[in-house]
Nanobody, 124 residues
Framework: QVQLVESGGGLVQPGGSLRLSCEAS?????DAWFRQAPGKEREFVAA????????QYTDSVKGRFTISRDGAENRVYLQMNRLNPEDTAVYYC????????????????????WGEGTQVTVSS
C-alpha cells in the first residue's frame, strides 16, 4: 500500500501561482492530480508517467499548469500559474504502480492510491 501526502495548497489572489507537492511512500509509475470544487464532481487535472514522462492535461489548465516528477524522491508536483477563481477546489494526488495508457490517464478509477487532498482557494 502506497501512502500519498499532498502539500502546498492555500489562498492566492487571481493571477497568482501555487506549487502543489505530492510525496509517495513507495514507487509509483503513473501519477495524477484531480480536483473537486464545492457542489461539483471530482475532475481530472493532469497526469504524468515515469520513464519518458508522458503527460496529459485537461483543457482548462493547458498552458497554465505543469505537472512534473522527481522520481528519485517519489514526488510529483503541480505548478499552477495564472490562477483564477474557477480553479478553487480541493486538489487530490492519485497514483498507481501500473503504466497507464494515455487514454486511461484521465480516468479516476485507473488509480489505486489517493491522498487526503489540499485546499486551493483563489480569491481577492
Amino acid at each position: 500500500q502506497v501512502q500519498l501526502v499532498e502539500s502546498g495548497g492555500g489562498l492566492v489572489q487571481p493571477g497568482g501561482s501555487l506549487r502543489l507537492s505530492c510525496e509517495a511512500s513507495g514507487r509509483t509509475f503513473t501519477d495524477a492530480w484531480f480536483r473537486q470544487a464545492p457542489g461539483k464532481e471530482r475532475e481530472f487535472v493532469a497526469a504524468i508517467r515515469r520513464n519518458g514522462g508522458a503527460t496529459q492535461y485537461t483543457d482548462s489548465v493547458k498552458g497554465r499548469f505543469t505537472i512534473s516528477r522527481d522520481g528519485a524522491e517519489n514526488r510529483v508536483y503541480l505548478q499552477m500559474n495564472r490562477l483564477n477563481p474557477e480553479d478553487t477546489a480541493v486538489y487530490y494526488c492519485a497514483a498507481t504502480s501500473r503504466r497507464l495508457i494515455i487514454t486511461a490517464m484521465h480516468i479516476d478509477r485507473s488509480y489505486d492510491y489517493w491522498g487526503e487532498g489540499t485546499q486551493v482557494t483563489v480569491s481577492s
